[in-house]
């Protein structure tokens, strides 16, 4: 398992950008996929994106695909979630996942996953 810390949350209105960040312990970090991950009150933990270990294959859910972008630094341990034109739906708690190699059919099932970041807030205003 790897530890992950995620930062870059915030409070922001409709249509403007943020960045997340999920910075990630120990020399194993580019041997993960890793994923992107959101929960909003009162709802079910929902898929957003996933890199895979290289950074060549990317998966998106279809709410966020062509406003969202993952990318990952394997030298700097860390994975990022480009969020423009955001909406107010999606507000919600961002958690960053890691998992070891698996089927990449499977790459959006939470329970694929290990590791957990603690969560950052998302908060978006109309």
């Known amino acids: 398992q790897v530890q992950l810390v995620e930062s870059g949350g915030g409070l922001v209105q409709a249509g403007d950008s943020l960045r997340l960040s999920c910075a990630a312990s120990?020399?194993?970090?580019?041997?993960?996929?890793m994923g992107w991950f959101r929960q909003a009150p009162g709802k079910e933990r929902e898929f957003v994106a996933a890199?895979?270990?290289?950074?060549?294959?990317?998966n998106y859910a279809d709410s966020v695909k062509g406003r969202f972008t993952i990318s990952r630094d394997n030298a700097k341990n860390t994975v990022y979630l480009q969020m423009n034109s955001l909406k107010p739906e999606d507000t919600a708690a961002y958690y960053c996942?890691?998992?070891?190699?698996?089927?990449?059919?499977?790459?959006?099932?939470?329970?694929?996953?290990?590791?957990w970041g603690q969560g950052t807030q998302v908060t978006v205003s109309s």
């Open positions: 996942a890691a998992r070891p190699v698996s089927s990449w059919e499977a790459v959006s099932d939470w329970k694929q996953y290990d590791s």
């Open positions: 890199i895979s270990r290289s950074g060549w294959l990317k």
């Open positions: 120990g020399r194993t970090f580019s041997s993960y996929d």
